[in-house]
């Protein structure tokens, strides 16, 4: 199945209720417990920034499951990022966790590095694939932790209609609908290989995690990154390539 590309903000309001009442509690529980697993070494405070972080169930599962560490979450829907920062006032975590709009790859975040760059279901909503693996570049410190979970495409239409039956039978319609979307416009592990080859970050591991997720992760090297447009080759329109100066 070809990839077919999605809008990249879910800006609506409907679209960001629904999506903020929907049950996401395996699979968000799956991506922190798989962030916990490859990164067991994470200190016990520090500083996490979750891109493209939505309703930000993921940015407060982190925050109470990392007690001692500041969360800043960055988002470009203002839908999502009222629905995130409600859920934030009523866990009561204001003090630590900070939601901020931001569309990538403009805005800023709070701070100008992180201990841990982390997102969850972004990458396969960005007109450019490359603004992920930029934004580890620009807010991952030095040696800092990297953990990217999200979907896989399948092999044709019939298995992505049968992911959506299995996984959100019970869900509304424009959450199945949104679901099957996201299938057909995620990228597979090959191409997100090509994706961190290019971009200066090969030495990040990838790997299937579920019938429908994969997950990256490693550290952030000490080099810095040179943009090298005339050596790419993704396909993707805009995409500028990260060649590492130095790498550790
Ligand atoms: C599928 S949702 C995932 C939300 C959250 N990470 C989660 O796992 O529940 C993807 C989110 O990324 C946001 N998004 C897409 N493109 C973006 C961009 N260029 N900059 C910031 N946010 C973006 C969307 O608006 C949406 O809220």
Redesign the pocket.
Known sequence: MQRIAEP????GVEQ?FA?TQAD?EAP?QH?LDCLRQVLPDLPRAGTAL??????????LRFAKAYPHWQVH?????PA?LAQGMAAVTRAGLEGRVKLVQ????Q?EAPLAQYDLVF????L????DPM?LWQSVHRWAAPGAGVFM?DLMRPEGAAIAQALVDQYAADEPEILRR?FYQ?LCAAYRIPEVQQQLQASGLGHLQIKPVSDRHWIVWGRHSQGSATINSANCNLKEPNSMCYVPSAKV
């Open positions: 990249e903000l879910m800006d960001a999506y996401f968000h991506c979750d891109l493209g972080c939505g309703p930000g169930d993921i940015t979450g960055l988002e470009g829907a999502m931001a569309y990538l790859p805005g997102s969850n279901s972004l396969h909503h960005l007109a603004v979970m949104d996201s």
